[in-house]
Each structure stands twice: as C-alpha cells, then as structure tokens.
C-alpha cells in the first residue's frame, strides 16, 4: 500500500469517528438527586480516596489484554447504575467491592467503578470497611 493510499484510509476513518461521535452522546450528565441526601464533603473526599486505592488492587488482578479499538455504542449509564445498585441490594445490601468486579471485561470493570463512584456521590451507597482485612464494603442505603 503506497504513503497517499495509506492516508486515504486513515483519513476515511477519521471521518467514520468523527460521525460517530457526533452521533453517540458518550458523557453522563449528572442529575439532580432529591430523594437522598448528600454525603458530607469530607466524607465523600475520603470514601472516593479509599474506592480508588481499592480500584488500583482490581485493576492488577484483571487480565486486560490489549484489544485493537472499538467504537462502542453509547452506554446508558442511569441503566448501569441501576445493576451495579441491583447486584448490592440483592446481596442483602453487602457487597465486598472486589466482587462486584467478579467475571467482568474490561469496559465493564471500568464502568462499573463509574457507577460506583456516582452512587456514592449520591448518598445511594456507603462503605464500610472491615476491620481485620481492610476490605471495602458496598453497603445500599435505602
């Protein structure tokens, strides 16, 4: 394949991206709460410090071989909210965090984390920590 055909195929799919992108709407935007109240400030500073430290030891036991880009279709991330919730209060509203993660590719690691962090924001979801191992429990609030 010559340089100037090479390019024509690059630029090609810029332009499919770039149409893609304009299509698919890939932010959340945050919604206004009302049914629960916020966490404190400093509570949430720390409970987000402590989900991230914990997120760094899932991310080393995930296998996330590398995989060539896919465009992906939109997640709808009030849907994922909802499972990730779904699976804590099914659970008897307990879940250690490390399980949530359990069988999980990597979008869905990454995703999942995202719910959890907003559904703490939100005063869904608390954590508890247990005292022995350190571990973090997710625990719905009602």
Not at 66 to 89: H, L, R, S
Not at 96 to 106: D, T
Not at 116 to 137: A, K, P, W, Y
Request: aromatic share 10%; with cysteine; proline share 4%.
């Amino acid at each position: 394949m010559t340089a100037e055909a090479e390019y024509l195929v690059i630029r090609e799919a810029a332009r499919n991206l770039e149409d893609c992108a304009r299509n698919w709407v890939r932010s959340y935007k945050r919604q206004p709460d009302r049914d629960t109240e916020q966490p404190e400030q400093q509570d949430l500073q720390e409970d987000v410090t402590r989900l991230v430290t914990a997120f760094k030891e899932i991310l080393v036991r995930v296998d996330f071989e590398p995989v060539p880009y896919q465009v992906e279709t939109a997640v709808d991330f009030d849907e994922k909210m909802e499972t990730v919730f779904g699976k804590i209060a099914g659970n008897r509203g307990r879940l250690p965090f490390h399980r949530l993660f359990e069988n999980a590719g990597q979008l869905e690691v990454i995703y999942s984390f995202l719910a959890v962090l907003e559904l703490v924001f939100r005063g869904r979801l608390r954590l508890s920590q247990h005292q022995g191992t350190n571990e973090i429990i997710l625990v719905a609030v009602k």
